[in-house]
């Protein structure tokens, strides 16, 4: 069966990075684009940007680019996203999905909690 | 950005209630849409896309229509476990965007 499971919670200063990660497993993963959501105040999603395995093409949201850099590792089968320059406003759950073909998210990983604080 | 407006942002209903959330398109998106619950603690779960097509393993009392750029989800025959967060989503056009989210409890 499909599975992503992601990365442990992290807790990181003002001003550093933090990079998760996100390994697929039960499918194909060159196949299947991964996204990568961020879930603010409990409730509203926004897409961040998406990496097609195979050649690691990306596409981002204008808003997060320079924030944030996604990277995989094919041999583990592995999606990696790292947030720069971190601010309270980056404090969210961050998912990692599988895009099926046309688009909707059909997978979702457990998510990462991301707490910035000095 | 294409707009994405959820109505309501909360209800409350009772058991073996009829329900309807509501996601205006600010433009065209075609069939582009899907729907997703959110339980507590727990990551979005694909329920409906394509508009109208219910994902493997989805009760049939869900349901989602289309009248121009107005989509509905609509859940019948309320129980506990359809409680959570509802997110409706499209993906037209880059970026994707979703609604604010509507979240249903029972009474």
């Known amino acids: 069966q499909v599975k992503l499971l992601q990365s442990g919670a992290a807790l990181v200063k003002p001003g550093a990075s933090v990079k998760m990660s996100c390994k697929a497993s039960?499918?194909?993963?060159?196949?299947?684009?991964v996204s990568w959501v961020k879930q603010s105040h409990g409730k509203s999603l926004e897409w961040i940007g998406e990496?097609?395995?195979?050649?690691?093409?990306?596409n981002f949201n204008e808003k997060f680019k320079g924030k944030a850099t996604l990277t995989v590792d094919k041999s583990t089968s592995t999606a990696y996203m790292e947030l720069s320059r971190l601010t309270s406003e980056d404090s969210a759950i961050y998912y990692c999905?599988?895009?099926?073909?046309?688009?909707?998210?059909?997978?979702w990983g457990q998510g990462v909690m991301v707490t910035v604080s000095s | 950005d294409i707009q994405m407006t959820q109505s309501p942002s909360s209800m409350s209903a009772s058991l073996g209630d009829t329900v309807t959330i509501n996601c205006l398109a600010s433009q065209d998106i075609g069939n582009y849409l899907s729907w997703y619950q959110q339980k507590p603690g727990k990551s979005p779960k694909l329920m409906i896309y394509?508009?109208?097509n219910l994902e493997d393993g989805v009760p049939s009392r869900f349901s989602g229509s289309r009248s121009g750029s107005d989509y509905s989800l609509t859940i019948n025959s309320l129980g506990y476990d359809d409680e959570g967060i509802y997110h409706c989503h499209q993906y037209y056009e880059y970026p994707p965007t979703f609604g604010a989210g509507t979240k249903l409890e029972l009474k």
């Open positions: 394509g508009a109208t």
């Open positions: 999905t599988r895009i099926y073909y046309s688009g909707p998210f059909d997978y």
């Open positions: 990496i097609y395995p195979n050649s690691g093409a990306t």
């Open positions: 039960g499918y194909t993963f060159t196949d299947y684009w």
